[in-house]
């Protein structure tokens, strides 16, 4: 990636970001000077002095009411004080229209940090996430500004899509206890915009759990047995690689793994290996995601490091003994929380902490003596959320081993997935890889036992509950092993529907003559499915596809499609057969092919669905899509029955959603096709689809769903 730079300094994205903490710095100088004054503002002193003296005692105390609240001062919401009235004081200063200085202040360094992160991974332009925050932060004026940030904020879908963006972490953090959305954190987020680090009480320790705090979760862990694959995959063997391979096995899937490691010197040790969250994936309900990775990453105390002393605890490691711990991303923060516990440390002895793609820097451990390794990719950005890289050097110290380079991937989040550190270890560090296995000596040997624990969180039900917890069976593909059905967590959806001719509908068709189009009248329904699914089991991708609805396969009948509306999905026997589908990944495209014997090809397009206008840009595919789709009325949900064809068999797929779809029944949406030669364009040329507007368009701005295995059909 090419750097910024100006014609003699550091590149631009640093000086933005410098930029940013020094506002974020002035923002805080403000607060504080808001809680001191309305400190004095509601001081019993003053209360009773504006008592005796009336004139000079009220006298000052309107002079700070309207320092606090004036738009020329210190903003509307600037009141601070815990007092009752200072509360409602402040909320008449919002409701008024009024906001602090300090959140517009913070809201010019959220701007910043943005500015920096697009330069850096010009890739994040395309995340859902970074799209709203953008609109948010860029209205017109400042305080309109604060507005929509303190609605998304609001917004429980918006969390879903904000979690993910970890290089405005702090800024996001920061702004959020500004605007009062999280008052209890307000400090947790200070500390972590000044770049400070916040610790647990030492008397209270870690094992302090307050079930009863429904948002944060109470940690439970539960011993599995691994899968015949993942037991093949777990080594034997104590090594950092080996270590490292076991968490690549477990897939970040809320599960650690305990190993009991027999020492060089005949010593019985042990490794507790955390791996760490996957963008784009699910995870049920386990405390394992990027949401709770934001209080794991500052707070010692959280559902992921709870869930990890409960597995140490039942695997029955023996007080005193020898511990190492390995974790990637989240999991090696949630350990190194554990390692900063006092409590923690006086039970068991740890030695090692060995953190890749995790910020160690301002992590001390509460015993001195515990040696503690970080791997970081220069280009990984998770790292760089304790401030690695942005501030002064720190010199060399104690038990430290620091290897920060810069790897081949740059794009984010590929450069941040474990096997990529593997990779990297393997060949381009393998020096790195050298020194810590001679650090970790006394864990080099065998292992004598192995327990994989999953982790739950039980103040919340799992992901996508009830509709997405099915038994699902691990079906082998060309991509590895899938897991059918295949689960949607988080998706956007449009279907543009369009009146075609009957008989070209029909050439699209397999040539066989018992599939025909279902018709209305003279015509037939051809439909251009559009999709970002940004959280799924098959990772995140886009998905256009193309499809003819199609009649009964055996008997079909006239008006099939409307007593098939009155059926369940699996009872139906209308579908939409697809004719050409392109997809983001090429794991999708595996799925796609080799499961739904659908004719997939890969393809990128940036996609859109969740805003009035519906925007699909689509180069390497030679289509694009924009428009408003008007107005729109509540329907049932779109369950589809969707078919492929492989060899002489058709492949027959359930698709069950669950969402707030609308139809919309007077779009205004167009279909533009730019010279592409793709198999999508060419049906799309076919059916003249650029030339009209679909009749009528549903969409579906967020759903959850899934799809099952194709069943073949002897047709």
Same mark, same amino acid.
């Given at each position: 990636?090419?750097?910024?730079? !100006? ?14 903490? *020094? ?171 000044? $770049? ?51 968490? *690549? ?79 990637? $991303? ?93 990779? !990297? ?11 810590? *296995? ?6 080099? $040997? ?48 449009? !279907? ?36 970002? !699914? ?182």
């Amino acid at each position: 990636m090419a750097a910024h730079r !100006h014609a003699s300094g550091p590149p631009t994205e640093e000086l933005l970001r410098e930029c940013a903490r *020094d506002v974020v710095d002035v923002a805080e100088g403000i607060r504080e000077v808001c809680a001191r004054t309305s400190s004095v503002l509601f001081a019993p002193a003053l209360t009773g002095s504006a008592r005796r003296r009336p004139r000079t005692g009220y006298a000052a105390r309107w002079a700070l009411l309207r320092a606090l609240t004036n738009r020329q001062g210190l903003g509307g919401a600037a009141i601070v004080a815990p007092d009752g009235v200072g509360r409602l004081l402040g909320a008449a200063g919002e409701a008024l229209g009024r906001e602090s200085l300090a959140a517009l202040v913070a809201v010019t360094s959220l701007r910043l940090r943005i500015a920096a992160v697009l330069l850096d991974h010009p890739e994040f332009r395309h995340d859902p996430g970074m799209r709203r925050l953008t609109a948010a932060v860029t209205a017109d004026r400042d305080f309109e500004a604060v507005r929509a940030l303190r609605t998304l904020f609001k917004d429980q879908d918006a969390r879903h899509a904000l979690s993910a963006l970890a290089p405005i972490l702090a800024e996001l953090l920061a702004v959020r206890g500004l605007l009062g959305e999280d008052p209890v954190n307000d400090e947790t987020a200070w500390a972590l915009a000044a $770049g400070r680090e916040l610790t647990a009480d030492p008397a209270r320790g870690i094992s302090a759990v307050h079930p009863s705090a429904q948002d944060r979760g109470e940690g439970a862990v539960q011993a599995v047995e691994p899968s015949a694959r993942e037991a093949q995959g777990i080594a034997a063997e104590g090594s950092l690689l080996a270590f490292l391979r076991n968490l *690549d096995v477990l897939d970040a899937e809320g599960r650690v793994l305990v190993q009991e490691v027999r020492g060089p010197d005949g010593v019985l040790r042990y490794v507790v290996q955390a791996p760490g969250t996957a963008p784009g994936r699910p995870h049920g309900d386990s405390p394992q995601d990027f949401a709770d990775a934001w209080r794991n990453l500052f707070m010692t105390d959280s559902p992921y490091t709870r869930s990890i002393l409960l597995a140490i605890r039942d695997h029955g490691v023996p007080r005193g003994a020898d511990l190492a711990l390995v974790g990637h $991303g989240e999991g090696a923060i949630a350990l190194l929380n554990l390692a900063q516990d006092e409590e923690f440390c006086r039970a068991y002895r740890v030695t090692h902490v060995v953190a890749v793609g995790a910020p160690t820097d301002h992590r001390e451990p509460a015993d001195p003596r515990t040696w503690v390794a970080g791997i970081t990719n220069r280009h990984d950005i998770v790292p760089a959320l304790d401030g690695r890289g942005t501030g002064a050097a720190r010199g060399p110290r104690p038990n430290r081993y620091r290897a920060d380079y810069s790897g081949p991937d740059h794009e984010f989040p590929r450069c941040h997935l474990l096997r990529v550190y593997i990779d !990297h270890l393997e060949t381009v560090i393998p020096q790195v890889a050298r020194d810590v *296995d001679r650090a970790l000596t006394p864990y080099r $040997g065998p292992v004598e036992r192995t327990r994989v624990y999953r982790l739950r969180d039980r103040a919340r039900p799992p992901q996508g509950y009830p509709l997405l917890s099915v038994p699902t069976t691990s079906v082998p593909t060309s991509a590895g092993p899938v897991d059918v059905p295949v689960r949607y967590y988080d998706s956007s959806a449009a !279907h543009l529907c369009y009146p075609v001719d009957a008989d070209v509908a029909r050439s699209l068709l397999p040539d066989v003559t018992w599939m025909v189009p279902a018709r209305f009248g003279r015509r037939a329904l051809a439909v251009l499915s559009l999709y970002e !699914h940004r959280c799924t089991t098959i990772g995140p991708y886009t998905e256009l596809g193309l499809s003819v609805l199609v009649d009964d396969l055996w008997r079909p009948h006239a008006y099939d499609l409307a007593r098939d509306l009155l059926r369940r999905v699996d009872l139906r026997r209308t579908g939409r057969y697809v004719v050409a589908l392109a997809v983001g990944t090429r794991e999708a495209r595996a799925v796609a092919e080799e499961l739904w014997a659908q004719p997939a090809v890969h393809g990128s397009a940036e996609v859109a669905l969740q805003g009035r206008e519906l925007r699909v840009e689509a180069p390497e595919l030679g289509l694009s899509v924009e428009g408003n789709p008007g107005p729109g009325v509540r329907c049932p949900e779109a369950d589809w029955v969707l078919y492929g064809r492989r060899g002489d068999s058709i492949v027959r797929t359930l698709v069950r959603a669950d969402g707030r779809p609308r139809v919309h029944t007077r779009p205004r949406v167009r279909l533009r096709l730019d010279g592409g030669h793709g198999p999508l364009a060419r049906q799309l040329q076919i059916l003249e689809l650029d030339a009209v507007r679909p009749g009528f368009v549903l969409t579906s701005p967020r759903f959850i769903a899934h799809r099952s295995a194709g069943a073949p059909l002897p047709r």
